[in-house]
Structures are given as C-alpha cells and as structure tokens.
C-alpha cells in the first residue's frame, strides 16, 4: 500500500482550507492511499501542507503550498508514480475541488450539472455519483432543505460506507425539520466509520448539541413550503372544448423526484389579466418517473373568468413556468381497504393517481370510481382505467353523462357502467360503506355530490382539515384547481 498522506488540520492550515483539502484527496485518492487528518508540520505561513509516511523519519516527504488543483496532481504525480488515478475521477475532481471553494450559488450550481454531466449514465461506480449528491446536498442546505435531503439520502444509498454521506443526512434533516433521533442517528453512523480524516471530537460535539436541542410540532419544511423551479413548455395541446394538455421539461435536472404516490405541484405565474402572481396546485398526468426524467405532463380545464387557466392557456413553447417541487397530496397508507373517488373533468388526474396507487401499494383492496364528464366527447383517459382494470380485478367504474350515453353504450359492461344525467343518490349507494371515498372536480360538483354524501350520513372534511362547506361555491373561477377535493371518512 502506498504511503498515507496526512493532511495537517492545524488552525493556520485549516485558515488556509486544509479541510476542504482534506476532502479532496479523500475524494481523488479514493481506493488507491489512504488520507489522513493531520498535525502541525511546523510550515504555518505555507499551508495548506502534507505530510507524505508517518513518523518522522528520513523517508517522509513534506509538501506545502497545496492551493490549486495543479498543485494536488504534482503531489500525486511526484511522489505516487504507481498509483493510477482513472480519468473519469480525476476530472471529477477538478469539478469538485472548484465546488468546494466558489462562493457564488448559480457558479457553483453550473459546475454541479457538469460534475453530473460528466457521471451520467455511467453506473458502474456508485461512489462517485454518492459524492456528487454530497456537494449537491450542501449547495441547496440553506435554499432547499426538502432537495438537499432527498439527496444526502440518495447518497447513503448509492454507498452505505461513505461517512460524508451520513453527516451529509444529519445536517439536512437538521436544516428541513429539526428530526433530531434521525440526525442523531446519521451522526452515529459516521462515528462508527474508521476513516482517517474524520473528525470525531467535533461530530461527538453535534450529537451533544442535536440531543439537548428542544423539539417542535411544525417542521421547517412546513414553514418554508416547497422550492419552486423553472419548467419550459415543450408542446400544448387542446384535448376537447375547454381542456388543454401542456407538456413541460425541467431547464435545470430534477434533483427531487417525487416521495411520495399521491402528489402534486404548485404553478406560479403573473398572468396580465390579474397583474400579481398566483399560484395554483395541480396533479400531473405524468407519472413519478416521467418527473425524475424532467417531464412534466399537466391536463386542465380552462375557466373562461380564472386567473391563472386562461394564462395557461396561451403559452408558447419558448414559455418558462415557475413550478414547486412535489408536494404530498394524501397518503396512501391510510387507505388499506380501498378507496373510492368521484371526479369530473379534468379532475380525472386525481383519480388516476389515487387509484393506481391505492391499488399498487394494496392490490386486494377495493378501487372504485364514478367519473362525471358533459358529453361523451369530453371523456379522457379512458384508456388509463382500462389499463388499471387490467392490473386490478377489483376496479369497478361507473361513468355519469350529464348529456347522455351514447346509443351503442351499454348501460353495463361489469366493470364499468355507462348511466345518463348527473350523479344521483343511487350511484353515491354503491360506495361499499366501509371505504374513504374522494370528491374532485369543478366547484358545483364538489357542491353537490359532497352535500349528498353528507345526507347519506358520512362524514365530509377537506384536505385542509377545515369543517365542510358546501355553499356559495362559484364554479367559473379556477381558484379550485384539480387538487381541491375533499375527504369522506366513512
């Protein structure tokens, strides 16, 4: 093995940045020597410095001065002739060793997409990928605790050893909710790591500090709310009268894919009709792994009077839209038994996802739904219910035409009935009584079909916890978009 190198951490080195040099050499010698945390070398005034062997004696070799990435590679070059550093790493490297030291975010956010550049598609080294989602996790700590955390995790996955990648877990916890025990526990998994350079006095301190540290009901991610990001609009389509479909990609890569199944974004813009900025929450067309890919597939019914539809509307494909990371719309965990929606329009979006997560993460569970659309040329996606009764026996849908079914409709298909008119009391009975069923759609729907099942004698509360009200609901304003739904908790 070659000898090890000791990087000194004495205080006019680490005033100098032997810290971040520390990192570095861990990062570039990675495999190939061991790097160590070093003491004083008596070079104060030419740090940052390396001691090359340990001890003292004639074969150990001091280098100062070690300031550019120029000057890493002729230590590595002069004294490490048989070590083999692979390309790939040690142009990483150089990105990485710029990242640690540019002060300025959208530099240093330019040079993280390089350092991904370069690793993309190239899985044969996770390590690699698990030190860049470091970096990636420190630069969004203070903006974006939410991605910075979802990418020290990732880290922690790709390698599970890595110390840098558990305190990187600890210090975004801390940074998104205050999660004490997990930091905590983040923190004592880098403890029990055996790497040279790490600094065990100092993380002993952080986990005195975080134990001692009072605990809060409201999480700073709850505070914050979620980060927003620019989407371009890549094509818009008009799927019937008054629906649009806009298909949007990521300008910069995704760096928090959805965590959750049932899961929205928010949309912010400044339309001119209004002139201030509104922001409206929808539920993609497009799937968790289409986000992750830096696609985005939204479907929504234009209010001639909305604010925000009709701006919608009217984008070009040169349109850039603010929009949030996901946002957790229900947890699927709470429907075990099965669920029921009742959607109408393009609130078909919610219903899709609800379904096909309820189904996948309990497929013996009970999925039903009643689906309300005008005429039967306004229906959409009908082929994705097809595909999740397929994959689901227990599905059974029934769909409500205000206009009429169409002659060569059969009022029953086993799985889905076609019924003429709006949704009556009859259709709510077929509820089985032992699901929550789900309420989405226009305003007016919601108005009636909520008040019915009120009647019904179950029990109504919306997402946001408040008692129900089914009055004065107005239904040309797009205020209520395709996540305003309420829950019915049998």
């Known amino acids: 093995m070659p000898a090890p190198m000791n990087v000194c951490q004495g205080r006019n080195c680490t005033r100098n940045g032997s810290p971040l040099l520390l990192r570095d050499l861990e990062d570039l010698a ?9 003491t004083c070398m008596r070079k104060c005034g030419a740090g940052p410095n390396v001691k090359i062997g340990d001890g003292d ?16 590679e002729n230590l590595l070059r002069n004294n490490y002739q048989g070590v083999q550093i692979k390309p790939l790493r040690r142009n990483l490297g150089e990105i990485k060793f710029r990242i640690r030291r540019e002060q300025d975010f959208e530099k240093r956010r330019e040079a993280l997409e390089e350092g991904f550049g370069l690793i993309e598609g190239k899985d044969d080294d996770p390590r690699l990928r698990s030190e860049m989602l470091v970096l990636r996790s420190h630069h969004f700590l203070e903006t974006a605790a939410e991605s910075s955390c979802t990418d020290a995790l990732a880290a922690v996955d790709l390698a599970p050893g890595f110390t ?35 600094n065990k006095d100092a993380i002993r301190k952080k986990v005195e500090d975080l134990e ?39 300008v910069s890569p995704v760096i928090e894919p959805p965590r959750f199944d049932m899961w929205h974004v928010d949309v912010k813009a400044t339309p001119s009709s209004v002139g201030k900025e509104v922001v409206r929450p929808y539920t993609p067309l497009s799937s968790k792994e289409d986000y992750k890919n830096g696609t985005l597939t939204l479907l929504l019914k234009v209010y001639e009077k909305g604010a925000m539809t009709p701006h919608l509307a009217q984008l070009g494909n040169v349109d850039v839209l603010q929009i949030s990371t996901p946002v957790q719309t229900l947890d699927v965990s709470e429907y075990s038994r099965g669920v029921a929606v009742v959607a109408g329009g393009s609130a078909i979006t919610v219903a899709l996802q609800i379904l096909e997560a309820v189904s996948g993460s309990h497929p013996q569970s009970q999925v039903r739904a009643i689906v309300c659309y005008s ?33 060569n409709q059969c009022k029953d298909q086993g ?23 789900i309420v989405s759609g226009p305003s007016a729907m919601c108005d009636t079909v909520g008040g019915a099942l009120q009647k019904l004698g179950l029990e109504v509360v919306p997402l946001d916890g408040d008692p129900a009200n089914f009055t004065d609901i107005v239904d040309d304003d797009d205020s209520h978009s395709n996540v305003c739904c309420s829950c019915v908790v049998s």
């Open 30 to 38: 990675f495999g190939c020597i061991d790097v160590k945390k070093g």
């Open 57 to 72: 004696g004639e074969d150990v070799v001091k280098v100062t001065g070690l300031r550019t990435f120029e000057d890493i």
């Open 164 to 198: 840098e990648a558990h305190l990187a877990v600890s210090d975004a916890l801390v940074a998104r909710d205050g999660q004490n025990s997990s930091a905590v526990a983040a923190l004592n998994k880098a403890l029990s790591s055996t790497v040279f350079g790490l």
């Open 212 to 250: 001692n540290m009072p605990t809060t009901t409201t999480t700073k991610s709850e505070v914050q709310g979620p980060m927003f990001r620019e989407w371009r609009v890549q094509t818009l389509d008009r799927i019937n009268h008054n629906c649009v479909k806009i298909t949007l990609q990521a």
């Open 375 to 407: 005429s039967m040329k306004d229906i959409l996606c009908h082929e994705r219910l097809e595909a999740l009764h397929r994959k689901c026996q227990n599905f059974k849908l029934a769909y409500q035409i205000s206009e009429g079914v169409a002659a």
């Open 415 to 437: 799985w889905v009935r076609w019924d003429s008119g709006r949704v009556t009391r009859e259709a709510l009975m077929r509820i089985p009584s032992d699901l929550k069923a």
